[in-house]
């Protein structure tokens, strides 16, 4: 079975808080050892591109701004080939504090990987959240999961346990 790569960043805490989460369902789901869960800081293109089943999890904070160990990837992101790869997203935003930027990190991610001639893979409905415009969202779908801990903390492990079928059936790991 092919080993998924999960790369996240996070200041707070709170996106390795999910990842960990994120890693653990799937891994009960397939196994041990098949999720490598990977902290952004640091990491070379060539880090991501051994994969060929990634998960990328980011917060967008403020007014869309990206996770600084994020947006120092940005052109190591933009120097890998995703054809062949699957890879989906989760992100972490504030759909009421910033409801003009709710993970927005996503929508910018997303388009590297598809210029790149990667597969996106997890999407989901927008149903359920209370934001005024995401670059994450195309025709009433989020490129990935999104994340509110801060206002909607109690839907988070339903909207994980959702997702992950979704995932591995599209990583065809289900």
């Not at 999910?18 to 999720?35: H, R, T």
């Not at 994450?136 to 801060?150: K, N, P, S, W, Y």
């Amino acid at each position: 079975m092919s080993t998924i790569g999960l790369f996240y960043g996070t200041d707070t805490g709170n996106t390795e808080t999910v990842a960990k989460i994120i890693k653990q369902k799937i891994e009960d789901s397939l196994g041990a050892d098949s999720v490598d869960l990977l902290e952004i800081y640091q990491k070379s293109s060539e880090d991501m591109a051994k994969y060929d089943l990634l998960i990328l999890g980011m917060p967008t904070w403020y007014d869309g701004e990206l996770q600084g160990d994020w947006e120092e990837y940005i052109p190591k992101m933009e120097a890998i080939d995703f054809t062949n790869k699957k890879i989906a997203f989760f992100g972490l935003g504030d759909q009421y504090g910033y409801a003009s930027y709710f993970c927005d990190a996503l929508g910018v991610f997303a388009l590297i990987v598809e210029k790149n001639h990667g597969t996106l893979c997890g999407l989901t409905s927008t149903a359920g959240y209370e934001h005024d415009h995401s670059k994450a969202e195309r025709d009433g779908m989020f490129v990935g999961l999104c994340i509110d801990v801060d206002n909607q903390d109690e839907m988070t492990e339903e909207r994980i346990d959702h997702w992950i079928p979704s995932v591995l059936q599209s990583f065809g790991l289900q």
